[in-house]
């Protein structure tokens, strides 16, 4: 039982180049949802996704994507990369009934330059 | 509107010593409040939650107190251990069947030998 898987682990990206941040999980979780955790900061919700084909926005949406065609995955996209996108990011998963018990993913730590 | 802080950014506690760390929120609906640790180059990992209409919870070695009054919520740990060493954050679910967790800052709890 691997849990919530995410990858790459590190990427450096130049300004404007796009790509796409794989998180998939395999305990067949309803919810899935990305964060993006910068310095000093909380973790700040971007989508989240309630089930396949369900998705919504969090409180920092603009410059991703998402796309929910399965239950185990959850991938994140962006468009056009710029360097206020430089943060670690992180996929978590739970059961709807259980919502708050999410189980994260060990993140992607992301270089805009 | 929503938003859940931290007092303090570390707190250093004796090992064997309890720590409590706090957490002020300001959203009177939130449904959930939820207490997460996170250890160094690792995704936050569920500790405990508490719902609105309940005053305290104990887990194993935690407990969550919800003071509504003064819309404050704190997290006690017992004969803290090395291992507790983390940042601790704070969360909570905006309203009932909002599926957002939405994070805190978050406090770095650093065990004194």
């Known amino acids: 039982n691997a849990g919530v898987t995410q990858t790459p682990k590190f990427q450096v990206l130049k300004t404007g180049q796009s790509m796409t941040l794989q998180c998939a999980q395999d305990?067949?979780?309803?919810?899935m949802s990305w964060y993006r955790q910068d310095p000093g900061m909380g973790l700040r919700l971007i989508h989240y996704s309630v089930g396949a084909g369900i998705t919504d926005q969090g409180e920092v949406p603009n410059g991703y994507n998402v796309s929910r065609s399965t239950t185990e995955d959850f991938p994140l996209r962006l468009l056009s990369a710029a360097p206020s996108q430089t943060s670690v990011y992180f996929c978590?998963?739970?059961?709807?009934?259980?919502?708050?018990?999410?189980?994260f993913g060990q993140g992607t730590r992301l270089t805009v330059v | 509107g929503e938003s859940v802080g931290l007092h303090l950014p570390t707190l250093s506690v004796q090992e064997g010593d309890n720590s409590i760390i706090n957490c002020a929120y300001s959203n009177s609906a939130s449904d959930y409040f939820i207490w997460y640790k996170q250890e160094s180059g690792k995704g936050p990992q569920f500790i405990i939650d508490?719902?609105?209409?309940?005053d305290k919870r104990q887990g194993q070695r935690v407990t969550v107190l919800l003071n509504k009054t003064v819309k404050h919520l704190s997290l006690q740990i017992a004969a803290t251990q090395p291992g507790d060493s983390a940042v601790y954050f704070c969360a909570e679910t905006p309203a009932y069947r909002d599926d957002k967790i939405i994070f805190g800052k978050g406090t770095r709890l650093h065990i004194l030998p």
């Open positions: 305990m067949n979780h309803e919810y």
């Open positions: 508490i719902r609105s209409n309940m």
């Open positions: 978590a998963s739970s059961l709807q009934d259980s919502l708050t018990e999410a189980f």
